[in-house]
């Protein structure tokens, strides 16, 4: 097994527990935010609703990080699970062709990271989280891309 392989690996066991980790510190930041403004008083309507207060736009870091740490953590695990007899790239090692079903596993890899990177784009843009709305658009799509790009033992 390939030495990318094997850090893929010990991301996807300990993924979890850095993603829920950031996650915790998100909703510690939104309690000791919660009766500061999350809104501008003044200004323009427009500046006052794209630009958000400091202490909203420190939520939006945390909960970047947080989704940053998720996606992470989703691009491993479906790395580590095609690993196992579906991708054939040198780095990741060879288990051996699986049987047929897994022949779909790409495509469908691929339609869930671009699907759950736009949805969680647009939540995050309906929200106002700006920084958290373009990590989600830089990493998930950009992710996709490059699992798309592996050869498998069916093409």
């Known amino acids: 097994m390939g030495l990318g392989i094997v850090l893929f690996g010990l991301f996807f066991l300990a993924g979890w527990a850095v993603a829920l980790a950031a ?6 930041t939104l309690v ?5 403004d999350w809104v501008r008083d003044r200004g323009h309507p427009a500046v006052r609703l794209l630009l958000p207060t400091p202490a909203y736009l420190r939520l939006d870091r945390a909960l970047a990080v947080s989704a ?3 996606d992470l953590w989703l691009v491993s695990a479906v790395v ?3 690993a196992d007899g579906v991708f054939t790239e040198d780095w990741m090692g060879s288990s051996g062709m699986m049987d ?3 022949q779909a596993y790409q495509a469908a890899a691929v339609s869930v990271l671009r699907t759950v990177g736009w949805w969680t784009f647009a939540v995050a843009a309906l929200c106002r989280c700006w920084v958290t709305a373009g990590v989600q658009l830089g990493v998930l799509p950009l992710a996709a891309w490059w699992i798309g790009s592996f050869d498998t033992y069916y093409t």
């Open 32 to 36: 000791r935010i919660r009766s500061l």
């Open 23 to 28: 996650l915790v510190r998100a909703v510690v």
């Open 68 to 70: 940053l740490a998720a």
């Open 80 to 82: 580590v699970f095609g």
């Open 100 to 102: 047929p079903t897994g």
